[in-house]
């Protein structure tokens, strides 16, 4: 097969900015140099809940500031895991937490730890640089090695430690009157270099949701940040900052100290819309197909996941670059299924639209979903749940997906029989057909993950939870969320990964989760015998992982096919 998504050497005035982005350039660098950081160890994110009864006091209205007609109580203090059965009564709850890089070895061995700036750290007042998680939201904190191997990006909030529903508080620019979660907090990308210094820039975008993905791009004097995440948590019709502020971003990296940045309004790179298929006449929710969550860059092209939400597609998209035909429709994917141009080059001013209509038919479409991935509204389809994917070669994309969720239990043979019965959850590996001109599912990677099989984590319950359907605090693996991965001399892959969990545990994403690693073979395009994962991580009392990614400074597969050819 002929590469599809062969590297073009574009020339550098490509990444010239319009003036509107440059005007949001800032840079923080945090004071003190981080850990020294190796190329070839793994960088994984984790957040750790300030686990403190006081947290949150029962009887307490929820969320913060809410009017009368949208307060719930509190029905638990902040004493963890209890203190996420909140969530059963606020469907916002979640309280900021620090955020952790550790530095390992291939093999799981911890080499270092590397604390993001926070409010809990002495000598961090609210003037400085910070940054935070919402715990337990499950799709922040993803990784992103930029395709140059300099800078590692991940999202979270401009907001102190221990603050109560923020995730899907509104932006200071982008305020939505309808928001039943009234409060208003920055999204904040982070870039970390490999000298260990970490770079913030704040966005009014993803109002009423949150960020969950970024990637950097260089290119001479010129960075950009690539965003991917969800907008919206009011009524109908929404506000044009939320429309705009959805799914995929662009956004210069910054140059400024946080305290000094004043961004305006989000500035969308790409959109899709389910008319785009020609078996799709009615629109979804303005700005609701695009609730993205994973992201990566691989020979000049952007690509897109979507594996949530009742609108839209879940599914694996691309942003096409090379214009539009006569009827404004995406050159690669006029009826919205396509393959990358080798001629494609990387986004970078935002996605142009018109003002007068954006409320009512929202952005227009300049993203295809890649031929031979689903197709199927998300709203019919019920085992699809993309989450990140890694890029091996022109011909293979492993994809995880995270599971349906289900908490269904069979307490007679101890086991989430839901979970334990499904066949795409896991890693999926899609090749290149030739025959159909687009990618197959070749086969999914379970072994070892034991889905749906409870597991125990020291200090974490293991009785029931009687506000929660009486069902077993123990988690168990439903799938995997983020991952990454490396091509070996030998032929062979390998790729670490986030589990995703079901429990009973108030929220599913508080329970403890797991680091996982397998080794595949690139070329087998049936299930290999014995390929199998392995365990490198779990996450303790109090804390999830989220993201995984190579440290800054080692060399991408970008890099590699770059310099081949």
């Given amino acids: 097969m002929t590469a599809r998504f062969k590297y073009s050497r574009g020339s550098a005035s490509r990444l010239a900015l319009?003036?509107?982005?440059?005007?949001?350039?800032?840079?923080?660098?945090?004071?003190?140099?981080?850990?020294?950081?190796?190329?070839?160890?793994?960088?994984?994110?984790?957040?750790?809940?300030?686990?403190?009864?006081?947290?949150?006091?029962?009887?307490t209205p929820l969320p913060p500031n809410c009017a009368p007609a949208n307060c719930v109580a509190a029905t638990d203090d902040g004493t963890f895991p209890f203190v996420f059965n909140n969530v059963l009564a606020d469907d916002y709850f979640g309280i900021t937490s620090k955020i952790i890089l550790d530095q390992l070895t291939p093999d799981g061995a911890l080499v270092s730890s590397l604390e993001v700036p926070n409010s809990s750290q002495r000598g961090v007042p609210p003037s400085k640089d910070q940054m935070v998680a919402s715990f337990s939201s499950r799709s922040?904190?993803?990784?992103?090695?930029?395709?140059?191997?300099?800078?590692?990006?991940?999202?979270?909030?401009?907001?102190?430690v221990n603050a109560i529903d923020v995730s899907n508080s509104n932006t200071p620019g982008v305020i939505d009157p309808t928001n039943p979660d009234p409060n208003a907090y920055y999204r904040v990308v982070a870039e970390l270099d490999k000298e260990g210094h970490f770079h913030f820039t704040k966005t009014n975008a993803f109002s009423g949701?949150?960020?969950?993905?970024?990637?950097?791009?260089?290119?001479?004097?010129?960075?950009?940040?690539?965003?991917?995440?969800?907008?919206?948590?009011?009524?109908?019709?929404?506000?044009?900052?939320?429309?705009?502020?959805?799914?995929?971003?662009?956004?210069?990296?910054?140059?400024?100290?946080?305290?000094?940045?004043?961004?305006?309004?989000?500035?969308?790179?790409?959109?899709?819309?389910?008319?785009?298929?020609?078996?799709?006449?009615?629109?979804?929710?303005?700005?609701?197909?695009?609730?993205?969550?994973?992201?990566?860059?691989?020979?000049?092209?952007?690509?897109?996941?979507?594996?949530?939400?009742?609108?839209?597609?879940?599914?694996?998209?691309?942003?096409?670059?090379?214009?539009?035909?006569?009827?404004?429709?995406?050159?690669?994917?006029?009826?919205?299924?396509?393959?990358?141009?080798?001629?494609?080059?990387?986004?970078?001013?935002?996605?142009?639209?018109?003002?007068?209509t954006l409320v009512t038919n929202g952005l227009p479409s300049n993203m295809c979903i890649l031929k031979g991935?689903?197709?199927?509204?998300?709203?019919t389809t019920t085992n699809v749940f993309p989450f990140g994917l890694w890029i091996a070669d022109e011909n293979t994309i492993y994809v995880a997906d995270e599971g349906d969720?289900?908490?269904?239990?069979?307490?007679?043979k101890d086991l989430y029989t839901n979970a334990a019965a499904q066949t795409t959850a896991g890693l999926q590996k899609w090749v290149f057909d030739q025959a159909t001109g687009g990618f197959k599912l070749a086969y999914t990677l379970q072994a070892g993950l034991d889905l749906g099989v409870p597991y125990t984590v020291a200090g974490y319950p293991t009785g029931t939870n009687a506000r929660n359907k009486n069902l077993p605090w123990s988690p168990a693996t439903d799938g995997l969320r983020n991952l990454t991965g490396r091509v070996n001399r030998d032929g062979t892959v390998t790729i670490w990964a986030v589990t995703s969990t079901v429990s009973g545990a108030g929220d599913?994403?508080?329970?403890?989760?797991?680091?996982?690693?397998?080794?595949?073979?690139?070329?087998?395009?049936?299930?290999?015998?014995?390929?199998?994962?392995?365990?490198?991580?779990?996450?303790?009392?109090?804390e999830v992982l989220r993201g995984v990614a190579f440290a800054p400074g080692t060399m991408t597969e970008h890099e590699r096919h770059r310099k081949h050819f």
């Fill in 405 to 412: 969720g289900s908490t269904k239990y069979d307490a007679s």
């Fill in 209 to 356: 949701d949150n960020g969950r993905a970024a990637i950097s791009y260089s290119r001479g004097d010129v960075t950009l940040l690539y965003a991917a995440g969800n907008a919206g948590n009011g009524s109908n019709p929404q506000p044009a900052g939320v429309v705009l502020g959805a799914g995929a971003q662009i956004m210069a990296s910054a140059r400024r100290a946080l305290v000094s940045q004043q961004p305006g309004a989000p500035t969308p790179v790409a959109s899709f819309n389910i008319t785009q298929l020609p078996a799709n006449t009615k629109p979804d929710k303005v700005g609701k197909d695009d609730n993205f969550r994973g992201l990566a860059i691989f020979h000049n092209t952007l690509f897109f996941t979507k594996g949530s939400g009742s609108n839209g597609i879940d599914t694996v998209y691309f942003v096409d670059t090379t214009g539009v035909d006569a009827n404004g429709r995406p050159l690669q994917c006029p009826e919205g299924v396509g393959l990358p141009s080798r001629s494609a080059h990387l986004p970078n001013a935002p996605l142009a639209y018109d003002e007068a």
């Fill in 373 to 379: 991935f689903n197709t199927t509204l998300a709203k």
């Fill in 140 to 160: 922040e904190l993803a990784l992103n090695l930029s395709p140059d191997g300099e800078r590692l990006t991940f999202m979270g909030y401009l907001a102190p």
């Fill in 508 to 542: 599913q994403g508080a329970a403890p989760n797991r680091l996982v690693r397998i080794v595949d073979d690139l070329a087998a395009t049936t299930l290999p015998a014995g390929a199998k994962f392995t365990t490198v991580k779990t996450a303790g009392f109090a």
């Fill in 18 to 59: 319009i003036a509107s982005l440059s005007s949001l350039a800032t840079i923080g660098v945090a004071e003190e140099r981080g850990a020294r950081l190796h190329p070839g160890n793994l960088m994984v994110s984790r957040t750790v809940y300030d686990d403190k009864p006081s947290n949150v006091r029962v009887g």
